[in-house]
């Protein structure tokens, strides 16, 4: 089920084991578009026929930076909390480390699952990050040292998504997993069984907690997004209308 894997960062769209390590600077940034801001252009005086528009405010260094290093199809990408780094999953089975700003170093790469990164996820107000594989598990990483803190096998077919189960700071080891074998299953880092699994009737695609993490939503491959009390692991709302396969879901910030 990977093949319908395409994430984007809508609401909703329809449509062996090697040990792991910290490799650093398999990557590299390009600042494909470095446009003068406003006041430089009025101190030289340009004549160019295309004006610049409102000064720019952001910290980047230059409105399009190209982040390359990947060997394949770059699954997904994800923002820490405090913006100052990014991960991107691929399906060259690696995670990418990059700081946001500057030259958008690459500062780390993860390595450790068998297949392809279909998810990762930052966890809450800290430097952990979760990731989602075709290998059947889920893992938990520490993205300052590289390390592998914990890996977690139950699912019986690729992982499709992955998120934090509750958005709360601090609250880093209890998160969600989506998968083809259509379960869906609560996981704490502290411990090595899941603390629950929710049963769906078709594969399940994407998935994204509710800000209080008493409610997650999954979508799936019969086009329904259902809404399941992970409390009681009952079913309490079903979405329906899209005419295709949901495979990207988030979560307004107050909800």
């Known amino acids: 089920m990977a093949d319908h894997k395409r994430k984007v960062s809508l609401t909703s769209i329809s449509d062996e084991e090697q040990q792991p390590s910290l490799n650093i600077t398999h990557g590299t940034a390009v600042a494909?578009?470095?446009?003068?801001?406003?006041?430089?252009?009025?101190?030289?005086?340009?004549?160019?026929?295309?004006?610049?528009?409102?000064k720019r405010t952001s910290g980047l260094q230059a409105p399009i930076m190209h982040?390359?290093?990947?060997?394949?199809?770059?699954?997904?990408?994800?923002?820490?909390?405090?913006?100052?780094?990014i991960a991107s999953g691929s399906a060259d089975k690696q995670v990418f480390l990059w700081n946001t700003y500057g030259e958008c170093a690459n500062y780390g790469v993860l390595q450790g699952h068998k297949g392809g990164i279909l998810e990762v996820q930052w966890m809450p107000g800290s430097e952990r990050v979760i990731?989602?594989?075709?290998?059947?598990?889920?893992?938990?990483?520490d993205a300052m040292t590289g390390e592998r803190l914990?890996?977690?096998?139950?699912?019986t077919a690729p992982v499709n998504s992955c998120c934090p189960l509750s958005k709360s700071a601090g609250d880093d080891n209890m998160f969600v997993s989506a998968s083809d074998d259509g379960q869906l299953v609560i996981w704490d880092a502290r411990e090595r069984n899941p603390a629950a699994v929710i049963e769906h009737s078709q594969p399940l695609t994407s998935v994204v907690a509710a800000v209080s993490g008493n409610v997650v939503y999954a979508g799936s491959?019969?086009?329904?997004?259902?809404?399941?009390?992970?409390?009681?692991?009952?079913?309490?709302?079903?979405?329906?209308g899209h005419s295709g396969t949901v495979v990207g879901l988030a979560m307004s910030p107050k909800t």
């Open 32 to 54: 494909l578009v470095k446009r003068p801001k406003t006041d430089e252009i009025q101190k030289y005086g340009s004549t160019a026929l295309v004006q610049a528009g409102p």
């Open 67 to 85: 982040l390359t290093g990947h060997k394949g199809e770059v699954t997904s990408c994800r923002f820490s909390d405090t913006g100052e780094h």
């Open 131 to 141: 990731t989602a594989s075709t290998d059947h598990t889920v893992a938990m990483w």
């Open 150 to 155: 914990w890996r977690g096998k139950h699912h």
């Open 221 to 240: 491959l019969d086009n329904t997004i259902t809404g399941w009390d992970v409390r009681t692991q009952s079913a309490v709302q079903t979405l329906r």
